[in-house]
């Protein structure tokens, strides 16, 4: 018999059908009730054991973590909030698992720290939570493809591998293929690059963007969906060494297509998957609550995970300047309290405190930051007429904080070369970035989206390592 | 005026309409006639300038390459085998294209060496051969994530840093943050890993299936997608040191199952990248006509690229067991007359030269091969009961080679760590792997696709270097 897959089953099976499903026991009560669950759903199956004419060494083996293939009929349940019983005529144990080796596990049927899970991150899929998790991380990430794809973009693998470090963006981890030990040596002592694996030092991305905008200088409309790596020392609920980026690159947008591509963008994600993991979300909604509720008033989220997806869907972003938020800020209560802990000057950064007063006390919702000083923004935004500010942009979450960067390119080769120079970024290295402004240059833009973090957007997570099945942190590599 | 794109532009508008496109000029004839592509689609639109009206001036910066804005009215197309001419009201000169530059890159509208090409691969996208290559590129890889999400998989983003090399697949490129000149040494004059960012040595991974498989034991269906590396000193036409591969993993499935899975994903890739892709398939597959016409005939395609996906979509796949296809091999021709260079008997590897025996000139169509001998087959493969040979498969493709290879796993505790230690396998190392087979072990299988040689296939493409954007091989990391 062929097995059925337990979401299957419960949308589209009907009372009296025969089925073989198969799967984990969750937990196994009276000798007789076993909730199965196969991960392909948050939802377990019912099924009933006649305890009385089943084997007492089978029935032993029926334990919490075991797998098992049960068969049988489905009948309407007797129990609420389920609408299957499967009165079980087969079983056939796949795999034990001894109770006494699960009590030192996370799979033992109780409430574990977010911590221990994450010790045992090679078990926590089989939790409620984490299924949950995952599985609204893959709708999430498929949303997106499913979005640019419906939109006419084409996926670009850019490299893992770089041979340039001249954007800057970030520390990076050295690839190499050297003998650690005993490297080669040139004539004057240094390591002799040349003999390593690509004749050069690599080191690992940091961003697709640069070699994103080549494309997209040829097919229009393009985008990255790709693990991306800082080498900081970051240990902060919102920080991964390792993390998956997404940069769409347009040809012939400005800083204004751009701003409305991430909204439409961001709505579709959080549209997406409130409509096809309407279970999962609500597992994760109704977690978030009973959570809450061990936290002080002041720390408690003001609204739940699904009206914050909502919220997002049904509300323009707020978009105003750098220059607007500066003023706004110095306007504002806790500015003239001496409450914000960094100066708000025209020229400084906005910090994270300032963010959050924006997003999360002043208009309550995700906001758009534009054209933001050209000091301290990378040397490939583009300088507005100013002359000093450039067209980038920042969208501000709240719970979250930035969760998307970008900006209109620097198209114009003179002004390229200009803050080349300026960055001290060598434009030589970049021959080939440069080289797009050459043939055919014209307006274009694009963003990065922190993936993990627009996951846990999605989930209502509120550390990154929660929502990244085997996160790279400093000191942390396991599995 | 919003901007239009070529592909909408051609699919659906009406004579009479006003459009704004933007793209580069293909080309520019008589003074009069534009070939504009946006990179939407490999169809230029053509535009008519009314020259005798227009500023010289203006006219001379339309040149192959440059970037142009052109406002006018769709009529019915003059020409042969296009439906629109764009009558021009309005140009606007985005980017210039020097001629003489131009003249220096691949950008000159002539036939350039796909080595050339590969050179200047920043510019390459511009072509019309590397236009229609990677979006069939794009589609191949939707193709992959839709079949997937639409059966019921979950995307799992397995790590690229790994701390573990117990796996032994392949030569790693190892990760660092360490002074590479003056590296922390131990008292015993080691260099001191414990000191590296992740407080051990680390790798890029080789491939996620061990990760895959702890996630398969839980959601149950899961595949992996995303960059592999292999620092192997490689110089051939199918390798590459960095490369995306493709890692289905389903608990429960059995060998057959794996490649009933196998066989229906590939034709799903096949008809899709033909149902969606129809204008660039032909174009590559029409090139790949006007190629093998300089040929020798011996060298020649027997099917076109069209054939061999259609090939893929209507036929079932040959299934043969090893010790099957060693005597079918040593009764053949070839063998008989000792054309072979490598010898044929059980329990050495089919080399090359057999495996396109078996496929291109035996049976004329996909191959695969399953339960190999246990010795050179890796250690999670699951033992057959003959306990010499392993639930291994691989797929064969004309003119490809190896395109898939996948097994059902050991699943069994005590098998599992015999043929760790058979293997010199630290299984201490693996802990988290061998855990899976304690805590409810099922039967499950599942195989590794190397996307860039599906690729190769979608495209009709010969070199793996013409498949990805910015290949990484021996000594070359360039862009």
Same mark, same amino acid.
């Given at each position: 018999?062929?097995?059925?897959?337990?979401?299957?089953?419960?949308?589209?099976? +009907?009372?009296?059908?025969?089925?073989?499903?198969?799967?984990?026991?969750?937990?196994?009560?009276?000798?007789?009730? %076993? =909730?199965?669950?196969?991960?392909?759903?948050?939802?377990? /199956?019912?099924?009933?054991? &006649?305890?009385?004419?089943?084997?007492?060494?089978?029935?032993?083996?029926?334990?919490?973590?075991?797998?098992?293939?049960?068969?049988?009929?489905?009948?309407?349940?007797?129990?609420?909030?389920?609408?299957?019983?499967?009165?079980?005529?087969?079983?056939?144990?796949?795999?034990?698992?001894?109770?006494?080796?699960?009590?030192?596990?996370? /799979?033992?049927?109780?409430?574990?720290?977010?911590?221990?899970?994450?010790?045992?991150?090679?078990?926590?899929?089989?939790?409620?939570?984490?299924?949950?998790?995952?599985?609204?991380?893959?709708?999430?990430?498929?949303? %997106? *493809?499913?979005?640019?794809?419906?939109?006419?973009?084409?996926?670009?693998?850019?490299?893992?591998?770089?041979?340039?470090?001249?954007?800057?963006?970030?520390?990076?981890?050295?690839?190499?293929?050297?003998?650690?030990?005993?490297?080669?040596?040139?004539?004057?002592?240094? %390591?002799?690059?040349?003999?390593?694996?690509?004749?050069?030092?690599?080191?690992?991305?940091?961003?697709?963007?640069?070699?994103?905008?080549?494309?997209?200088?040829?097919?229009?409309?393009?985008?990255?969906?790709?693990?991306?790596?800082?080498?900081?020392?970051?240990?902060?609920?919102? *920080?991964?060494?390792?993390?998956?980026?997404?940069?769409?690159?347009?040809?012939?947008?400005?800083?204004? &297509?751009?701003?409305?591509?991430?909204?439409?963008?961001?709505?579709?994600?959080?549209?997406?998957?409130?409509?096809?993991?309407?279970?999962?979300? =609500?597992?994760?909604?109704?977690?978030?609550?009973?959570?809450?509720?061990?936290?002080?008033?002041?720390?408690?989220?003001?609204?739940?995970?699904?009206?914050?997806?909502?919220?997002?869907?049904?509300? &323009?972003?707020?978009?105003?300047?750098?220059?607007?938020?500066?003023?706004?800020? =110095?306007?504002?209560?806790?500015?003239? +309290? +001496?409450?914000?802990?960094?100066?708000?000057?025209?020229?400084?950064? /906005?910090?994270?405190?300032?963010?959050?007063?924006?997003?999360?006390? *002043?208009?309550?919702?995700?906001?758009?930051?534009?054209?933001?000083?050209?000091?301290?923004?990378?040397?490939?935004?583009?300088?507005?007429? &100013?002359?000093?500010?450039?067209?980038?942009?920042?969208?501000?979450?709240?719970?979250?904080?930035?969760?998307?960067?970008?900006?209109?390119?620097?198209?114009?080769?003179?002004?390229?070369?200009?803050?080349?120079?300026?960055?001290?970024?060598?434009?030589?290295?970049?021959?080939?970035?440069?080289?797009?402004?050459?043939?055919?240059?014209?307006?274009?833009?694009?963003?990065?989206?922190?993936?993990?973090?627009?996951?846990?957007?999605?989930?209502?997570?509120?550390?990154?390592?929660?929502?990244?099945?085997?996160?790279?942190?400093?000191?942390?590599?396991?599995?």
């Amino acid at each position: 018999m062929r097995r059925s897959v337990i979401k299957d089953v419960l949308s589209t099976a +009907k009372f009296g059908d025969k089925v073989l499903v198969k799967g984990w026991v969750k937990a196994f009560r009276q000798n007789r009730f %076993i =909730q199965l669950n196969d991960g392909s759903t948050i939802t377990s /199956l019912q099924a009933v054991v &006649d305890f009385e004419n089943t084997d007492e060494a089978l029935i032993k083996r029926i334990t919490t973590g075991a797998a098992v293939g049960l068969t049988g009929i489905l009948e309407e349940s007797q129990g609420k909030g389920q609408k299957f019983d499967l009165i079980v005529e087969l079983i056939e144990i796949l795999g034990d698992a001894d109770p006494e080796e699960v009590s030192k596990t996370i /799979l033992q049927p109780k409430k574990h720290s977010l911590e221990l899970l994450r010790e045992q991150a090679h078990l926590r899929f089989r939790t409620n939570l984490f299924g949950a998790v995952f599985r609204v991380r893959h709708a999430t990430s498929f949303a %997106i *493809h499913k979005y640019f794809n419906d939109n006419g973009y084409y996926h670009i693998a850019t490299p893992i591998i770089t041979g340039s470090d001249a954007e800057g963006a970030g520390e990076m981890f050295r690839v190499s293929t050297l003998d650690a030990q005993n490297p080669p040596l040139t004539k004057d002592g240094k %390591i002799d690059w040349s003999e390593d694996f690509f004749g050069k030092e690599t080191n690992l991305t940091v961003s697709g963007q640069l070699e994103a905008e080549l494309a997209a200088m040829a097919l229009g409309k393009v985008y990255t969906f790709g693990p991306t790596f800082r080498a900081e020392n970051s240990n902060t609920a919102r *920080h991964l060494a390792e993390f998956w980026m997404v940069e769409p690159e347009v040809a012939f947008n400005d800083l204004t &297509d751009n701003m409305d591509l991430a909204e439409d963008f961001l709505s579709y994600i959080c549209k997406y998957v409130l409509e096809n993991c309407a279970d999962d979300i =609500q597992f994760l909604n109704d977690r978030e609550i009973e959570e809450d509720k061990a936290k002080p008033v002041a720390e408690r989220n003001e609204m739940n995970l699904i009206e914050r997806l909502n919220f997002v869907i049904n509300n &323009d972003f707020e978009r105003l300047t750098y220059t607007q938020a500066i003023e706004l800020l =110095q306007n504002s209560a806790p500015y003239k +309290k +001496k409450k914000f802990k960094y100066p708000v000057e025209w020229g400084t950064d /906005l910090q994270s405190e300032h963010e959050r007063f924006l997003v999360e006390k *002043h208009f309550k919702k995700p906001v758009i930051i534009s054209d933001y000083p050209a000091s301290f923004k990378a040397f490939y935004m583009r300088l507005n007429e &100013d002359g000093k500010t450039v067209a980038a942009m920042d969208i501000l979450f709240p719970g979250i904080g930035e969760i998307i960067g970008g900006s209109q390119r620097e198209e114009r080769l003179d002004v390229l070369l200009e803050k080349c120079k300026a960055f001290h970024i060598p434009a030589d290295e970049l021959w080939w970035y440069i080289d797009t402004r050459r043939f055919g240059t014209a307006p274009h833009a694009g963003f990065g989206l922190g993936f993990e973090r627009m996951v846990m957007f999605t989930t209502g997570m509120a550390n990154i390592r929660d929502v990244i099945p085997f996160p790279r942190t400093p000191k942390k590599a396991e599995f």
